[in-house]
């Protein structure tokens, strides 16, 4: 049976704006990070205590995890565990201001 994936609407947006981004270059290279991105969202469902976990002083962001997407490791999958798969919260790249990003 498939774990379940949520994503939340910022990490949707994340995934489209590194799309079109990555896009701007190569076409081919954009549709890659969009699959690698599925991909690991299923690796993480299946296996959601793989990330390291993040501490945070803000208590939303209480069990957060995080994990690289495959083959484009400069972007990094911010995501809670859930009892039946994971739940992501942001898709991000890792040169971004991480603390002022997730206001810690």
């Known amino acids: 049976m498939p774990r379940r994936i949520v994503k ?14 990555i896009g701007e270059d190569s076409e081919e290279a ?4 969009f699959e690698r991105a599925k991909e690991t969202f299923r690796l993480l469902a299946s296996q959601p205590e793989m990330g390291r976990r993040m501490h945070y002083r803000n208590p939303i962001l209480t069990g957060i995890r995080t994990f690289p997407v495959r083959d484009f490791e400069k972007y990094l999958i911010f995501y809670r565990p859930l009892r039946d798969g994971i739940e992501v919260v942001r898709v991000v790249h890792g040169a971004r201001d991480l603390p002022t990003l997730f206001g810690t």
């Open 30 to 33: 954009a549709q890659r990070f």
């Open 8 to 21: 939340r609407r910022a990490a949707v947006t994340d995934l489209l704006e590194h799309f079109v981004y």
